[in-house]
C-alpha cells in the first residue's frame, strides 16, 4: 500500500537545471520540501539561482547553487560532479532549460538550428551522459526531461527547431530508459502545456492568451507547482514503475 512516504526524497540528491525561476525553481523547491538535497543551476543569472538555494536553506532545507551551462558537455559534467562532491551522489536529474527562436522555416540560419538543438536537446542529453554512471552505481537514479506537448502536436508555426528539440527529448528519455532500465534508472518526459509562468506576453504578439485559456478544457493556464508535482511523483519511488512515458500535464489541451 502506497502512503505519503512513498512521495518522499529523503536522501536523495537532485540536480535541477534552469531552476532560477519559473518551472525548474518550483520543480528544486517541491523536491527541497520532499526532502532531497538540491543542486540549483543556471548560467546567466547567479544572483537568482543564489537566492533560490538560500530560501531553501532558510526553510530548513539543503542546497548549492553552481553556474554552469549544460548545453555545453564539459560545463554540465562539471555540474554533475559539483553536484557528487558537495552532496555524494547524483540520484534525480532534471533537464529544464530551453530557449524560444519564432522564425519563419525558411528564414531560420544554421546558427540559430544549432543554438536551440544544442540548449533544448543537446543538454540533456550532457548532464544525462554525466549523472548515469553515478546511477548505475547506485543501482537507481531518476531522469526526467522537461519537453512540451507541441513537439507532438506541432500546431506552433514559426518554431521549427523547437518543435524538432522537443520531439527529439521524447525518444532521448525512451532511450535512456530502455538501456538503463536492468540499472535501476527511469527516464521520462515532462510536457507542460500553457503554464502561467512570469512572461512577458508582449514579446509574443501572434499568441493571444485569452484565446488559448478558451481552448482548454479546465479554461485556465496551469500553474508552476503543477509541473513541479509530476516530477516529485516521477522522482520518488510512487513513479518507480513509471518510466519510458511522457507525462502530459496540460489541461486536456492536448489529448492522445
Given at each position: 500500500m502506497i502512503t505519503s512516504d512513498g512521495f518522499r526524497l529523503d536522501g536523495k540528491v537532485a540536480v535541477v537545471t534552469g531552476s532560477g525561476r519559473n518551472i525548474g525553481r518550483?520543480?528544486?523547491?517541491?523536491?527541497?520540501?520532499?526532502?532531497?538535497?538540491?543542486?540549483?543551476?543556471?548560467?546567466?543569472?547567479?544572483?537568482?539561482?543564489?537566492?533560490?538555494?538560500?530560501?531553501?536553506?532558510?526553510?530548513?532545507?539543503?542546497?548549492?547553487?553552481?553556474?554552469?551551462?549544460?548545453?555545453?558537455?564539459?560545463?554540465?559534467?562539471?555540474?554533475i560532479e559539483s553536484a557528487a562532491a558537495a552532496f555524494g551522489s547524483v540520484d534525480i536529474v532534471v533537464s529544464n532549460v530551453a530557449v524560444r527562436r519564432y522564425r519563419a522555416f525558411l528564414e531560420i540560419t544554421p546558427e540559430e538550428w544549432r543554438e536551440v538543438i544544442d540548449t533544448n536537446l543537446s543538454a540533456a542529453f550532457f548532464l544525462a551522459r554525466h549523472a548515469l554512471p553515478h546511477m548505475r552505481k547506485r543501482g537507481e537514479g531518476r531522469i526526467i526531461v522537461i519537453s512540451g506537448f507541441d513537439g507532438f502536436w506541432g500546431q506552433v508555426t514559426h518554431r521549427a527547431p523547437n518543435l524538432a528539440a522537443k520531439a527529439g527529448l521524447h525518444g532521448l528519455a525512451k532511450a535512456i530508459a530502455r538501456e538503463f532500465g536492468p540499472d535501476g534508472i527511469t527516464a521520462n518526459t515532462v510536457a507542460p502545456g500553457a503554464i502561467d509562468t512570469v512572461r512577458d506576453w508582449t514579446q509574443y504578439v501572434h499568441q493571444d492568451r485569452e484565446k488559448i485559456a478558451a481552448e482548454i478544457p479546465l479554461k485556465r493556464f496551469g500553474h508552476v507547482d503543477d509541473i513541479a508535482a509530476a516530477c516529485l511523483f516521477l522522482a520518488s519511488d510512487?513513479?518507480?514503475?513509471?518510466?519510458?512515458?511522457?507525462?502530459?500535464?496540460?489541461?486536456?489541451?492536448?489529448?492522445?
Open positions: 518550483a520543480i528544486a523547491e517541491a523536491f527541497a520540501a520532499g526532502g532531497a538535497k538540491v543542486v540549483i543551476n543556471g548560467h546567466r543569472d547567479r544572483d537568482a539561482i543564489e537566492a533560490v538555494a538560500r530560501g531553501i536553506k532558510d526553510r530548513g532545507g539543503d542546497a548549492a547553487a553552481v553556474m554552469a551551462d549544460v548545453s555545453n558537455d564539459l560545463d554540465a559534467g562539471r555540474l510512487a513513479g518507480g514503475f513509471v518510466s519510458g512515458q511522457v507525462v502530459h500535464v496540460n489541461g486536456g489541451h492536448y489529448m492522445y
